[in-house]
């Protein structure tokens, strides 16, 4: 009992320190900002909300200023299911990416916010050079 009050009380502190320190929305034009929109249409992160990784993928989302749809793989139980079937583990956070007719399930915090980072940061490329 103790353990799961300190549990969630921790993960509330967290959320309340993201909150605080949420970093600034990339800005776009309109016209770049609603192709920004269309092509995340097709992406939908599985998370908890409390959890210290999905609060860092979260605020990657933020500061880039993507429109990805959030389902709550704790408290969802539909959510859950699809992402036990069809990711193929219940792990967040993960990022379900439908690209071409294909689905990819992106797991690991690291890797989605690379991702997130090469396909929509238009900095990215000037870091990379």
């Not at 092509?39 to 979260?58: E, G, I, W």
């Amino acid at each position: 009992m103790f353990i799961k009050a300190l549990r969630v009380g921790l993960g509330q502190l967290i959320v309340g320190i993201d909150f605080l320190t949420r970093p600034r929305k990339l800005k776009r034009s309109p016209a770049e900002q609603a192709d920004v929109d269309a092509a995340t249409a097709s992406l939908a992160l599985y998370q908890f909300h409390a959890c210290p990784f999905c609060v860092k993928t979260r605020r990657t989302l933020h500061r880039l200023n993507l429109k990805v749809t959030l389902l709550d793989a704790k408290n969802d139980a539909a959510a859950r299911a699809r992402l036990q079937s069809e990711g193929g583990k219940i792990q967040v956070p993960c990022l379900r990416i439908e690209e071409g007719g294909e689905t990819r399930w992106l797991y690991e915090s690291k890797a989605i916010i690379a991702y997130l980072e090469q396909r929509f940061d238009p900095d990215f490329a000037k870091q990379a050079a």
